[in-house]
């Protein structure tokens, strides 16, 4: 068999589109959510080479719309996460010995089949099932997953290329080796390119997955896998399967293959699993991978030099983008007292003309919150505020859940900086600003560093290089991903790879070197062409 040291295709951010009217990307998305609600999908679990199907059947509804039955999943049990498991170990010896550059070729493909025939079904699930808008859809499930893989199979050979030192008369080398046993993937909602890189970032370096999405996001997921299946990702290397968590957890976390976890999600969450990863450490044949990011209480930070109209233009956008519903969403605002008149008077100009409702009319630019659940919760956050002292809500605050999981984008005004809503992390459309003496900068940096445990996002607003370089080093540790003059969200893969210290996870940064590096355990080789045939030294030479 021939063999060669393999140059890959170099990587490059998929364009996004306009959807602007008249535009051929416009009229392919929108037959794709016409063809998506005219009928209603059954979907399966793919364990190993099986479609799995079961007697217990779960409608998916739109957010905006959750009357409408889009296609129903079939629900499994513990003994479907066994046979995940089962699957994936038996499928491992021959996809961790298959050559990597065919793995490369495998996610390549799946790459160009996003961006090119699926690009409008997969856009199209994700704004129906997770009510994205079309813009937010097309940077996310079509761009960023396209870019999670095209970029880390260029970063999975740089990896592969990285090799030691050699003295004279021996050979070191370093060889990746996929982890021992299964990874476990576990990913969110909010994001269907998150969805699709946490089971294949594994995948990629030669591990074998058992892969349990958010079951408000599956209908996007049934996308995902058929594109892996399409771009031939053999049976059994990713299994997806549809379990409430616990049951997961219980056969997962207790297997004695269980080799790391790549996790998206709450903190709570996260802290539980790594509590029970740590009590079963005994029960396992290798110390697990434990790779997450969590929560963000994200913040912007307005110095007195700051443009006024720049700043809540990233305020609404940080905020109220896909309904707040990012990890790394503004959450939280300090605004000097110099700024904020105008501040204000331009966020209630801009809030006020937002239009809010289903995804189909792309004149909205504000959807629905994922579902009832989440709702109530936020609802509750926004009530408790109306009843506050310290609080006013000065733009939004109306909500409806008739049709749709409705929340108006809502601004609320702090008199106390470490008010509930300024420290908890809401995960929707809520902001809460702080106004403070534009002569106590310094001061409120130490809060902004000290009020909320996450350190995922952060964003500084000046016209004042001396005050951004004092804001960027008294925040150092603050937030992974830092943003000068813009708003806290919209990481690129490639450009800012994403994830954050604190609270807000392990900071292993998706989309870069560092998170795969986590999924390979290296063995390092040493090879002496002329070996010694004496075991005496020099030094022990009497003369």
């Given at each position: 068999m021939s063999k060669g040291f393999f140059n890959v295709p170099v990587p490059k951010n998929e364009p996004v589109l306009s959807y602007e009217p008249g535009s051929e990307e416009r009229k392919k998305l929108k037959e794709a959510i016409a063809e998506a609600r005219s009928k209603k999908?059954?979907?399966?679990?793919?364990?190993?080479?099986?479609?799995?199907?079961?007697?217990?059947?779960?409608?998916?509804?739109?957010?905006?719309?959750?009357?409408?039955?889009?296609?129903?999943?079939?629900?499994?049990?513990?003994?479907?996460?066994?046979?995940?498991?089962?699957?994936?170990?038996?499928?491992?010896?021959?996809?961790?010995?298959?050559?990597?550059?065919?793995?490369?070729?495998?996610?390549?493909?799946a790459a160009d089949l996003i961006a090119g025939p699926y690009r409008a079904k997969i856009n199209a699930a994700t704004m129906l099932a997770q009510s994205k808008s079309a813009y937010?859809?097309?940077?996310?499930?079509?761009?960023?997953?396209?870019?999670?893989?095209?970029?880390?199979?260029?970063?999975?050979?740089?990896?592969?290329?990285?090799q030691p030192e050699s003295a004279a008369g021996i050979w070191n080398r370093v060889e990746q080796r996929p982890l021992e046993g299964f990874v476990f993937a576990l990913t969110p909602f909010n994001f269907t390119a998150i969805a699709g890189n946490l089971p294949a970032a594994p995948a990629m370096m030669g591990n074998t997955v058992v892969?349990?999405?958010?079951?408000?996001?599956?209908?996007?997921?049934?996308?995902?896998?058929?594109?892996?299946?399409?771009?031939?990702?053999?049976?059994?290397?990713?299994?997806?399967?549809?379990?409430?968590?616990?049951?997961?957890?219980?056969?997962?976390?207790?297997?004695?293959?269980f080799a790391g976890i790549h996790f998206t999600g709450s903190t709570g969450v996260f802290q539980h699993i790594w509590?029970?990863?740590?009590?079963?450490?005994?029960?396992?044949?290798?110390?697990?991978?434990?790779?997450?990011?969590?929560?963000g209480k994200d913040f912007i930070v307005a110095h007195?030099?700051?443009?006024?109209?720049?700043?809540?233009?990233?305020?609404?956008?940080?905020?109220?983008?896909?309904?707040?519903?990012?990890?790394?969403?503004?959450?939280?605002?300090?605004?000097?007292?110099?700024?904020?008149?105008?501040?204000?008077?331009?966020?209630?100009?801009?809030v006020k003309s937002i239009n809010m409702g289903g995804v189909e009319d792309f004149t909205n630019f504000f959807n629905a919150v994922i579902d009832e659940k989440s709702f109530d919760k936020i609802v509750n956050y926004i009530e408790e505020a109306k009843k506050s002292d310290s609080v006013e809500v000065i733009a939004g605050g109306d909500y409806d859940k008739s049709q749709g999981y409705f929340i108006q984008p809502t601004v609320l005004l702090s008199s106390d900086p470490e008010y509930v809503?300024?420290?908890?992390?809401?995960?929707?459309?809520?902001?809460?600003?702080?106004?403070?003496?534009?002569?106590?900068?310094?001061?409120?940096?130490?809060?902004?560093?000290?009020?909320?445990?996450?350190?995922?996002?952060?964003?500084?607003?000046?016209?004042d290089r001396y005050a951004i370089e004092f804001g960027a080093k008294k925040l150092t540790n603050a937030a992974g991903n830092f943003y000068i003059n813009d708003k806290p969200t919209g990481a690129v893969v490639g450009q800012q790879p994403f994830g954050g210290g604190r609270a807000s996870g392990t900071n292993d940064k998706a989309g870069s070197m560092i998170n795969l590096l986590r999924w390979v355990s290296p063995r390092t080789i040493k090879e002496t062409f002329v070996p010694p045939v004496d075991y005496r030294y020099p030094f022990m030479d009497e003369k």
């Open positions: 999908i059954e979907i399966p679990m793919y364990i190993g080479s099986e479609e799995v199907r079961t007697e217990n059947k779960v409608n998916i509804a739109p957010p905006h719309d959750h009357q409408h039955v889009l296609g129903t999943y079939n629900l499994g049990n513990a003994s479907h996460v066994q046979t995940a498991i089962d699957a994936a170990l038996e499928a491992k010896e021959k996809w961790t010995n298959l050559s990597w550059e065919h793995r490369a070729s495998i996610f390549l493909k937010q859809a097309e940077i996310d499930s079509a761009c960023e997953l396209a870019d999670f893989l095209r970029f880390n199979v260029g970063y999975m050979t740089e990896i592969y290329q990285q892969w349990k999405p958010s079951n408000t996001q599956i209908y996007s997921a049934n996308v995902i896998m058929e594109i892996f299946k399409a771009a031939g990702v053999p049976d059994g290397v990713i299994n997806l399967i549809y379990v409430d968590g616990p049951t997961a957890g219980d056969v997962i976390f207790n297997h004695p293959d509590k029970t990863i740590g009590e079963n450490i005994h029960k396992y044949k290798s110390y697990p991978r434990i790779v997450g990011e969590t929560g007195k030099s700051a443009d006024a109209r720049e700043l809540a233009t990233a305020i609404v956008r940080g905020a109220f983008e896909y309904q707040g519903q990012k990890c790394s969403a503004a959450s939280r605002a300090y605004i000097p007292t110099n700024l904020w008149d105008d501040v204000k008077k331009y966020i209630q100009e801009d809503t300024m420290c908890e992390e809401i995960f929707g459309p809520v902001i809460t600003i702080y106004v403070y003496d534009e002569n106590k900068y310094e001061e409120t940096l130490t809060l902004v560093d000290s009020t909320s445990p996450y350190a995922l996002t952060g964003a500084i607003f000046s016209r």
